[in-house]
């Protein structure tokens, strides 16, 4: 999965290249900026696995795009980001009948859950299909994203001293995760989405967009010496963007 993630990477990069260098279709240079915000669904992926529900969060900041050309019927853009996220994990502790892990000092079912807030920065290749400055049109964007821990928040219902390890199954038992400092605070990974994009050249650009975020790197050390061999962000996210226009290709075709 990472060597597929990799090479997505690589492509990507390719992709962007082509862009700034070769312009074989129709000319732009269309620049939009705005601002987005959105939910987000995240779990981290642990080795040993630890059972999981999705963690609720916000994210919102600052969008920028760059339209570079329109070949046939694809119209090709570059779009950058500066967004604050909350993503993380909210964990699922049960026992061996699936039933919650009730704790004995509280008599109420364990819950647990870390929100890891990041700075985040993904630069994306956009392709769309559809109209570019009035009428809807359908886009898909694919590239790498980076990320900085700035914020970490654990919550739970239960003292960790006091935990139900009886009852707990596999890694839960040993709660390393709940204890354990975020070792590496410096995120990065690949992010796709789809969406649909309405515009209107008096009033801008309004986007309904859904993502996925497949972290490349590890929250803890994944050394043979530690605890987890794999400790991955993983993030659905649902965000809508507006943007206005800075420039625009003066073109009376464009449509």
């Known amino acids: 999965m990472r060597m597929m993630m990799k090479t997505m990477l690589v492509m990507v990069a390719v992709m962007m290249a082509g862009s700034a260098n070769a312009q074989v279709g129709d000319y732009r240079s269309d620049l939009s900026i705005g601002f987005n915000g959105g939910y987000m669904m995240s779990n981290v992926g642990f080795n040993p696995d630890i059972p999981q529900k999705q963690l ?12 570079c050309e329109k070949y046939f019927n694809t119209i ?22 699936d039933m ?3 704790n004995p000092a509280t008599h109420l079912p364990e819950e647990y859950q870390r929100t890891l807030t990041y700075l ?15 009428g809807f049109q359908f886009f898909i964007q694919l590239g790498p994203q980076v990320g900085y821990l700035i914020n970490d928040k654990a919550d739970s219902n239960f003292d960790y001293k006091d935990r139900n390890t009886a009852d707990r199954l596999g890694a839960q ?19 796709a989405g789809a969406g649909l994009e309405f515009s209107h050249p008096k009033v801008g650009h309004f986007i309904l967009e859904g993502r996925y975020y497949y972290g490349l790197g590890d929250i803890y050390g994944n050394s043979k010496r530690d605890y987890f061999g794999r400790s991955n962000n993983n993030s659905i996210i649902v965000k809508l963007t507006y943007l206005f226009d800075i420039s ?8």
């Open 56 to 67: 609720g969060g916000m994210t919102g900041g600052l969008t920028i795009r760059y339209t």
């Open 76 to 97: 090709c853009a570059l779009v950058g980001e500066v967004n604050i996220a909350q993503a993380g994990w909210k964990e699922d502790i049960r026992d061996v009948n």
């Open 100 to 102: 919650q892990v009730i």
């Open 120 to 134: 985040q920065m993904p630069l994306m290749a956009r392709l769309g299909w559809g109209r570019e400055r009035k």
């Open 173 to 191: 038992k040993d709660a390393a995760q709940d204890t354990l400092d975020i070792k590496h605070k410096f995120d990065y990974g690949i992010a």
């Open 248 to 255: 625009r290709t003066k073109n009376s075709k464009i449509k």
